[in-house]
């Protein structure tokens, strides 16, 4: 990687003049814009202050690694890290020679952020328990950090239309959200042999769409060709004229399934052809000794690794308090083995833990997050941070949380409820039991943040399904919505998905009291 980086720090020069130019007035927010994405630097709503995205690898830090996090910001005087719905981590606040600076010091410790935003290859996205989890097919972390060196290596060669998003999931609960992905793959096994399927030109944000499956299994060593097929699919077929329609997601619409996928074909036996791309992959084998735990909690996960235990943590709407992360390293400093993986729901698993560890590092995060899902809802970070965003998510989010706390509401009800700032779904509202998307609407004689309502969106292999949506609520009284939405369900006795189900009526009318 020697190379990758001196090009990237060259290329870090720069881009300190573009900043310095869109400071100074020189340009635009959309012409810095078309600049910083690449560089994962996106400018605060009035230009004043940036933000940063590290690229983390699948989510997979070391403990070394989130140790330099920390560090950095400690260093540019940060309250908090946010983590985000693409396993990456966000820093807050910083001026422009400090998000550059900081650029290159990461690049120090084998962090980047080149290609975590604009139009490039994202983060390759991955089930955050692969490896570890009970019930999959295989481990597909060496894939998926095969795909993501793949693209590094050569990340700031792209020219796509726009992003382009991949993920693994390494079972049917599909945590990587491979069903709604421009490219996913599913861990799978038959008749003792792994396989993986794989889902083409799905995608949420505006006009979701779900993946379409590629008609066969396919051999797990052959995934760097599938990577290099949709790449060069996308080039040839990417509207590079209209953003609004440059998606993967819109040339599955305009071509149809059936051609899009023969199209996907021609490019796979050209990109084979070729030749050069399989993969040898020696699967990981986890050493460590274990011991049970004799705790429970919702937060404690038991591994496969027999006395092994992975502990959950989700600080609210993914801001992790910079004070209590150090906390967590100091404990983590003497722990053998630990593994670190960030998940699309805005936490974190600490993986590899004995029954000791696990309760250890439960009782001190204990008052750092939630336990129940509901506790675990997610916001991206909306205004008046994010330029683009429209509606304040992590506010309202928060609001929500005290709402409930001071009504002593039963938080186990509800599923885990996302908001997005604005229709891009960085919230990932759209496949989620209870999503809030914001807008702004006229209510009366003024313009007001509300939020439009979804409901009934799911994950899951052969399950996965975009939310109904219900109309508009106004952010003030979305946690008062959600309160009596909660007293009717635990009224019920039902689960949340069987209650929607059996109770549409009910919904209903419950909902229509809040729509404006």
Not at 79 to 103: F, K, N, P, W, Y
Request: net charge negative; charged share 25%; glycine share 10%.
């Amino acid at each position: 990687m020697s190379q990758l980086k001196e090009v990237l720090r060259n290329e870090m020069k720069d881009f300190r003049e573009k900043g310095h130019q869109f400071v100074n007035g020189e340009l635009n927010m959309m012409q810095f814009k078309h600049v910083s994405g690449g560089f994962g630097v996106y400018a605060h709503k009035g230009g004043k202050e940036f933000m940063i995205r590290l690229r983390i690898p699948s989510g997979m830090l070391t403990f070394d690694q989130l140790n330099t996090v920390y560090n950095l910001a400690t260093k540019y005087h940060m309250e908090r890290i946010h983590l985000t719905t693409r396993q990456a981590i966000q820093l807050h606040g910083l001026s422009i020679d400090e998000v550059c600076d900081l650029m290159e010091e990461a690049l120090d410790h084998d962090i980047y952020t080149r290609g975590a935003g604009g139009n490039f290859p994202r983060n390759v996205a991955i089930s955050p328990l692969s490896g570890v989890n009970p019930l999959e097919a295989f481990d597909v972390t060496p894939y998926a950090w095969a795909a993501g060196d793949y693209f590094l290596k050569q990340i700031y060669t792209y020219h796509l239309p726009r992003k382009l998003k991949v993920s693994f999931s390494s079972s049917n609960a599909d945590e990587g959200h491979c069903t709604v992905q421009d490219l996913g793959f599913l861990a799978v096994t038959q008749e003792g042999q792994h396989y993986f399927e794989v889902y083409l030109g799905g995608g949420l944000g505006q006009n979701p769409r779900l993946a379409v499956k590629y008609p066969t299994l396919i051999n797990p060593n052959d995934v760097l060709y599938h990577l290099e097929a949709m790449v060069n699919l996308f080039k040839a077929e990417g509207d590079y004229e209209n953003r609004n329609k440059a998606r993967v997601r819109y040339i599955v619409e305009r071509m149809g399934e059936e051609a899009f996928i023969e199209a996907y074909q021609k490019h796979l036996d050209e990109a084979k052809n070729k030749g050069g791309l399989e993969l040898n992959i020696t699967p990981q084998e986890i050493h460590k000794i274990g011991c049970e735990c004799d705790v429970e909690s919702k937060r404690l996960f038991a591994q496969k690794q027999e006395g092994l235990y992975s502990v959950y943590l989700h600080p609210i709407g993914g801001q992790l308090e910079v004070a209590d992360l150090k906390k967590i390293l100091d404990y983590l400093a003497n722990i053998e083995g630990v593994d670190i993986r960030l998940a699309m729901t805005e936490g974190v698993y600490f993986r590899n833990l004995t029954g000791k560890e696990a309760k250890g590092l439960l009782e001190l995060t204990e008052s750092m997050g939630g336990d129940t899902p509901f506790e675990h809802s997610v916001a991206c970070i909306g205004i008046p941070t994010c330029q683009i965003g429209l509606c304040n998510s992590q506010g309202v989010l928060k609001q929500t949380m005290e709402y409930f706390k001071e009504k002593q509401c039963k938080t186990e009800v509800l599923p885990a409820v996302h908001f997005s700032g604005c229709g891009n779904s960085c919230g990932v509202h759209q496949i989620s039991g209870i999503g809030f998307t914001g807008k702004k609407k006229k209510v009366g004689a003024t313009v007001e943040e509300c939020f439009t309502l979804w409901i009934g969106g799911k994950y899951e292999v052969g399950k996965t399904r975009l939310g109904e949506v219900f109309g508009e609520i106004q952010k003030t009284r979305i946690p008062e919505f959600l309160y009596e939405l909660a007293l009717s369900v635990e009224e019920s006795g039902l689960d949340f998905e069987s209650y929607i189900k059996q109770n549409e009526e009910q919904l209903k009318e419950i909902t229509q009291k809040y729509l404006v």
